[in-house]
């Protein structure tokens, strides 16, 4: 496949039908759109030129490996002996919004988090970084012990019922599901774990929050795709990627209602923190 011009991924990317002036959540695969000229960098300036100078482009930017009780970090300490976890968890670094690395969230997200006019919410685990209009309205008050609820940036996205982009990746990415999570009444809980800086000092934060779980946004996201209006989930291609762009207000209604008809027997433990 010849590589893809800026141009011509601003063009595809334009057919899908993102919002000028509006807020857009991001989950991509660069790896899924293929050979292009300038990458990451490429599809970040196509996107801001479509959302324009009023534009606000949003993008996740967790940092799972920080904590003692998720699967990225049993997977990190898989096969040491006793001596070396209990030395590996004592010499794990705080999150530090500014230089600490998102976790899994792929180049864009990583592109969007490092340049020099972006925002970043202070979540230590589940944070997200913005660029444009809207950035710091939606990343400002994100509390340590709300990941992704009415205290976080999906709140405010909901709020400016924003647009999601799956761009190359699938609705299991789809982290706007999560808020309705929440929106559930007298969710299930459990407690977190994660390293943080506070006073300048290094230390532990435990706290209690909903028991996250994406094992079946698949399957989540095949109903919501299956009876939304027509045009409501539009499809599209960019470059060797198939991507689909939605409302993420439509998308956490949805997810609502579906967690009280499907979890009947309550929320299995999500991997991701």
Excluded at 153 to 174: E, I, K, N, S, T
Excluded at 258 to 266: H, K, S
Aim: net charge neutral; charged share 25%; aromatic share 6%.
């Amino acid at each position: 496949m010849e590589e893809l011009t800026e141009s011509e991924i601003t063009e595809q990317l334009a057919r899908l039908g993102i919002e000028s002036g509006g807020t857009l959540m991001v989950h991509a695969s660069m790896r899924s759109v293929g050979g292009g000229k300038g990458g990451a960098i490429s599809v970040l300036n196509a996107l801001r030129r479509l959302l324009g100078p009023d534009g606000t482009l949003v993008v996740p930017a967790f940092t799972s490996d920080n904590s003692d009780t998720s699967s990225a970090h049993q997977e990190q300490i898989r096969g040491l002996s006793d001596e070396a976890r209990v030395a590996f968890r004592e010499n794990m670094p705080p999150f530090d919004p500014v230089i600490t690395p998102s976790t899994g969230m792929g180049v864009l997200a990583e592109t969007v988090r490092c340049h020099a006019n972006s925002i970043r919410s202070a979540h230590p685990q589940t944070s997200f970084a913005a660029l444009g209009a809207q950035a710091a309205k939606i990343i400002q008050g994100h509390h340590l012990d709300c990941h992704l609820g009415k205290h976080s940036p999906l709140a405010r996205l909901y709020d400016m019922r924003a647009q999601v982009l799956l761009l190359g990746v699938g609705f299991d990415r789809c982290t706007a599901f999560h808020l309705g999570e929440y929106r559930v009444m007298d969710p299930p809980r459990r407690t977190y774990r994660c390293v943080i800086r506070k006073d300048g000092m290094r230390q532990w934060w435990e706290y209690e929050d909903v028991a996250l779980d994406d094992s079946d946004f698949g399957r989540l996201g095949e109903d919501f795709e299956r009876v939304s209006a027509s045009g409501a989930v539009r499809k599209g291609r960019v470059g060797s990627a198939s991507c689909r762009l939605l409302s993420f207000v439509d998308a956490v209604d949805y997810a609502q209602s579906w967690f009280l008809e499907r979890r009947v027997t309550g929320y299995g433990r999500g991997p991701g923190c």
